[in-house]
C-alpha cells in the first residue's frame, strides 16, 4: 500500500508561483508512474501532468503546458509541481495519484491510478 501526501498548497496571486509536493510511503523509484490531478469546485476531477517512472517523460494538459512542470526525485520519493503564472482558473484541490506501471510512458487517465493523495487546496486571487 503506497500513501501519498501533497503539501505546498496555498493562497497566491494572479501571476505568482507555488510548487507542490507528493512524498510517497516508500520507495516507488522505478516502478510507479505518478501524475497531478486537479478539482475546482463544482467540477469534475481532471488532468494535469504526469511523470514517468524515470523521470524522463512527462506530459501536460493543454490548459497548464508552459506554465507548470512535473519533475521527481526517486532518491527522496517525492514528486513535484511547480507551478508559474497561476491564474484565478487554477483554483482547486490538488491531487497526486500513483501506480504501478514499469511502462516508460506517463499515464492522464484517472482510471489507470490506484493511489492517491488527500489533496491540497491551491486558491488563485485575482
Known amino acids: 500500500q503506497v500513501q501519498l501526501v501533497e503539501s505546498g498548497g496555498g493562497l497566491v496571486q494572479d501571476g505568482g508561483s507555488l510548487r507542490l509536493s507528493c512524498a510517497a510511503s516508500?520507495?516507488?523509484?522505478?516502478?510507479?508512474?505518478v501524475g497531478w490531478f486537479r478539482q475546482a469546485q463544482g467540477k469534475s476531477r481532471e488532468f494535469v501532468a504526469a511523470?514517468?517512472?524515470?523521470?524522463?517523460?512527462?506530459d501536460y494538459a493543454d490548459s497548464v503546458t508552459g506554465r507548470f512542470s512535473i519533475s521527481r526525485d526517486n532518491a527522496k520519493n517525492t514528486v513535484y509541481l511547480q507551478m508559474n503564472s497561476l491564474k484565478p482558473e487554477d483554483t482547486a484541490v490538488y491531487y497526486c495519484?500513483?501506480?504501478?506501471?514499469?511502462?516508460?510512458?506517463?499515464?492522464?487517465?484517472?482510471?489507470?491510478?490506484?493511489?492517491w493523495g488527500q489533496g491540497t487546496q491551491v486558491t488563485v486571487s485575482r
Open positions: 511523470i514517468d517512472r524515470s523521470g524522463g517523460t512527462t
Open positions: 516508500e520507495r516507488t523509484t522505478s516502478n510507479y508512474a
Open positions: 495519484a500513483a501506480t504501478y506501471y514499469i511502462s516508460t510512458a506517463p499515464l492522464r487517465q484517472r482510471s489507470e491510478y490506484v493511489y
